[in-house]
């Protein structure tokens, strides 16, 4: 809709300087919800209880709930492989934990019995 509004502007006949001004304001004005949108909205399903529950916790829930990972079905290395993507998106995982977290991912959401195929599962939205 912003954008048809520029359109709109720009091929107007009376494409003042004022109007033009007051449809830009207005594109960045709209555009400000789009890009504050990160906070994770709702609490996800609960991580099962173990001892690296309160830590996963406090380093994977500040951009999404826990539903993405509960949703997953990995292998150890998978989870690893998660977790530097991840870190590479800005979350803290210390060393010393993250043996255990692997351990805690592996044990509560590894790869389904018998030995299916796992993939990924990935979300429509970028973080929620
Ligand atoms: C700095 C923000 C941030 C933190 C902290 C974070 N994540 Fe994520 N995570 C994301 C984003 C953004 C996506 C969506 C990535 C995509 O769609 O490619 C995501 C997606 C995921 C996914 C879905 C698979 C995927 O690649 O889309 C899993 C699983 C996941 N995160 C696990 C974790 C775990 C485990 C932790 C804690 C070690 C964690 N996240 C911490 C930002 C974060």
């Known amino acids: 809709m912003a954008v ?10 009376w494409g003042s300087c004022l109007l033009q001004r007051v449809l830009v304001a207005l594109f960045l004005f709209t555009s400000i919800p789009l890009v504050s ?12 209880p173990g001892p690296m529950q309160a830590k996963v916790k406090a ?9 993405r990972i509960t949703e997953q079905h990995l292998t150890r290395q998978q989870w690893s492989d998660q977790l530097d993507k991840m870190e590479g998106l ?4 210390p060393e010393s934990d993250r043996n255990a977290i ?6 509560n959401f590894g790869p389904p019995k018998g030995g299916g195929k796992t993939s990924v599962k990935k979300a429509s939205s970028a973080a929620n």
Not at 4 to 13: H, Q, R
């Open 4 to 13: 048809t509004l520029i359109g709109f502007g720009a091929v107007s006949v």
């Open 37 to 48: 949108a990160q906070a994770p909205s709702a609490p996800g399903k609960p991580l099962p």
């Open 59 to 67: 380093a994977c829930t500040q951009c999404h709930n826990t539903t």
């Open 90 to 93: 800005g979350a803290v995982v």
């Open 102 to 107: 692997l351990a805690y991912l592996t044990k």
